[in-house]
């Protein structure tokens, strides 16, 4: 017998997949997600830059665009739905006017998105990172929480780019979750861990399956298990719920008195690699078949017998100029080093392969080289290290006795 609690979950997304399964039956998109416009980053130029320099311009994504949509017929339509679904009631009445006032302009569906997000170039480059990377970024599903700005759209497809493009493609291919309850009783699962599943699942969860029948990688604001942490992800998920207030401390502009020093780059950038690391580790020994539903008990990255012993036995480097510092509040970062459970140690080693790789290579030769050919596929990067300026800069006096601390 279902629970109550879950009950409205299986019902609606029983009433999504009926409607989603009538639209794919009816429209057969093709030719999608081909990675051909976000390619992959392997220099710094993408790294080395503020959060207003280095995403593609307005006439890339147009082109983008247009080339998705030149063979697929109502694919705007479909995929603007899709970018704007929500359950909450708030969301649902704003878009209905957002709706009206674009049909009396006369406006196709471009104009929805470009009034979800309150802006042009944002709704764009969402649109145009969903046809290509099939990646969904979207507002949470509670209408009053913060809301992701166009220089953090900037930021996540900056990052986007330093994955490579065979990565991108199993990170994107969730199947959803479903028949919970039949599945607690086959597994026997405890009720204590039963909660912890029905807490960690969101509750719009099936607003994000796409007409092939699986969820994209999700990109929302939220805060994620504990409000004080920077980012979330959930094992068996590619959902990244990132907490907006602690996420902007790594900006650029961001100045701290504790170590005297001001960002001139977006360290954002690698909090979000670190997070599609956990994607990754997530997803790496997934056969696209079975569902994902519970934290510990299917194959990852950082609970392969094979690969613990590679994992705990790898150094990490040091960030440069402490700029990872901001963050010290955190438990698992040990000075200056993302270091708790095993999970975070892979997903901090996967971010230094693509965003420290000099300074990992000296420090952890074994690791660098188990990362490069096992799970890269021999692609390797440039890094910080090859940025043509500095990404900090130290404070003068006056900046240094009027900017914040750090954890603050």
């Given at each position: 017998m279902l629970r109550p609690k879950i009950l409205p979950r299986v019902l609606l997304a029983l009433v999504l997949n009926i409607a989603t399964s009538t639209l794919a039956q009816q429209v057969a998109f093709t030719g999608l997600f081909q990675n051909k416009f976000f390619t992959l980053s392997q220099g710094a130029e993408l790294i080395c830059t503020t959060s207003a320099e280095g995403q593609l311009p307005v006439v890339r994504l147009r082109q983008a665009i247009a080339y998705y949509e030149s063979f697929n017929p109502g694919l705007r339509d479909a995929a603007v739905a899709f970018l704007t679904r929500h359950t909450n009631l708030d969301h649902l009445t704003e878009i209905r006017h957002i709706k009206r006032a674009c049909a009396k302009q006369h406006k196709d569906a471009l104009c929805l998105l470009e009034g979800y997000w309150d802006d042009t170039e944002s709704a764009l480059r969402v649109l145009a990172l969903f046809y290509d990377t099939k990646t969904v970024i979207k507002h949470n599903n509670d209408y009053d929480y913060p809301r992701f700005e166009a220089d953090h759209i900037h930021s996540f497809e900056k990052a986007l780019r330093k994955i490579p493009p065979f990565m991108r493609r199993f990170i994107t291919q969730a199947k959803p979750l479903g028949n919970l309850d039949d599945a607690f009783k086959k597994a026997t699962i405890p009720r204590a861990t039963q909660q912890l599943i029905l807490d960690a699942y969101p509750e719009d969860a099936e607003t994000r399956i796409w007409l092939d029948g699986s969820q994209p990688?999700?990109?929302?604001?939220?805060?994620?298990?504990?409000?004080?942490?920077?980012?979330?992800?959930?094992s068996g998920s590619n959902n990244i719920i990132f907490t907006i207030k602690n996420f902007d401390k790594a900006k650029d502009g961001q100045s701290y008195r504790d170590i005297g020093l001001t960002y001139l780059v977006d360290f954002r950038i690698p909090l979000i690699v670190h997070e599609l690391?956990?994607?990754?580790?997530?997803?790496?020994?997934?056969?696209?078949?079975?569902?994902?539903?519970?934290?510990?008990?299917?194959?990852?990255?950082?609970?392969?017998?094979?690969?613990?012993?590679?994992i705990k036995d790898s150094e990490l480097a040091l960030w440069p100029s402490h700029w990872f510092s901001a963050f010290e509040y955190l438990w698992e970062v040990n000075n200056g080093r993302y270091n708790g459970k095993i999970n975070e140690k892979l997903a901090e080693l996967f971010a230094q392969y693509i965003l420290i790789p000099g300074q990992l290579k000296t420090d952890s030769p074994n690791g660098y080289a188990w990362l490069r050919d096992d799970i890269?596929?021999?692609?390797?990067?440039?890094?910080?290290?090859?940025?043509?300026?500095?990404?900090?800069?130290?404070?003068?006096?006056?900046?240094?006795a009027t900017a914040r601390a750090l954890g603050k």
């Open positions: 990688l999700s990109i929302i604001p939220g805060t994620g298990f504990r409000d004080q942490v920077v980012a979330q992800v959930y690391g956990h994607v990754i580790d997530n997803f790496h020994f997934w056969d696209g078949k079975e569902e994902l539903y519970f934290f510990f008990w299917y194959r990852k990255l950082s609970t392969d017998i094979i690969f613990v012993d590679l890269f596929k021999g692609i390797e990067y440039q890094g910080y290290e090859s940025c043509p300026n500095p990404v900090v800069r130290k404070l003068s006096w006056w900046e240094s």
